[in-house]
């Protein structure tokens, strides 16, 4: 089956102790991304990642890293988690179809999410 | 500025009566592409329909339905015969742009809409 796993789903931590939410896509998907999701705020981008290799920030990064080694996999990374990290995750992949914006979704395919709580 | 609006934070429908969440959208692109999401109570992100800048037919997927008005930059949500497994979050995101090798392909994210089913 075609789809994107995050693990893990549900995660209560500590400020300061580092972690690792790890997101796998099996649809050998070039676009990668990870957003963040806050009640009244939707979901807002905090890394991308074009190709192996090729990451860059989002709209809200400070307090993550990001690494893609591989094609399928994108782990974000919270190297000193504090309180205000405390949300609902998403990894989401596509294809990526350069030069399709007339015509073609290329839709996000998001995983199930990660639920992360610091104390 | 926002870029993505929608207005209703809750709604409520009655079983098989049809229903539109409205979402209104900024951008000074011509080339967009528009999305909508469905976020069950057990969190995943569903995509249910995609609308085009440039496409000139509404959007159709079944029982859902896009009204795009492109002079009115809104892309309203249709669910016709609504069922009691469409309480959900539903979320209007927005691509601008398009898709290029210097692009994040990032989707901007409404608030969202909550709605409850009636039985």
């Known amino acids: 089956e075609a789809q994107v796993t995050q693990n893990p789903r549900y995660l209560i931590t500590v400020t300061g102790k580092k972690l690792t939410v790890t997101c796998s896509q099996n649809m050998n998907h070039e676009y990668m991304s990870w957003y963040r999701q806050d009640p009244g705020l939707g979901l807002r981008q905090i890394y991308y990642s074009m190709n192996v290799e090729v990451t860059d920030k989002g709209d809200v990064p400070e307090g993550y890293k990001v690494s893609r080694k591989e094609k399928r996999n994108f782990p974000l990374i919270l190297e000193s988690p504090s309180p205000n990290q405390t949300s609902l995750y998403f990894c989401?992949?596509?294809?990526?179809?350069?030069?399709?914006?007339?015509?073609?979704?290329?839709?996000?395919?998001f995983g199930a999410g990660s639920r992360l709580t610091v104390l | 500025a926002q870029k993505i609006t929608q207005t209703q934070p809750g709604m409520f429908v009655q079983e098989k009566e049809a229903v539109t969440l409205d979402c209104t959208y900024d951008?000074?692109?011509?080339?967009?592409?528009l999305f909508w999401y469905k976020q069950p109570s057990s969190g995943e992100m569903i995509f249910l329909i995609y609308q085009g800048s440039y496409d000139e037919q509404n959007a159709t997927e079944g029982r859902y339905s896009l009204n795009f008005q492109k002079a009115r930059k809104s892309a309203n949500l249709v669910i016709s015969a609504s069922q009691l497994g469409d309480s959900a979050m539903y979320f209007c995101a927005m691509r601008e742009g398009q898709i290029r090798m210097d692009s994040s392909y990032k989707l901007i994210f409404g608030s969202g809409t909550r709605l409850l089913v009636r039985p």
């Open positions: 951008t000074s692109d011509q080339s967009y592409g």
């Open positions: 989401a992949s596509s294809l990526f179809l350069s030069g399709t914006g007339l015509s073609g979704a290329n839709v996000l395919t």
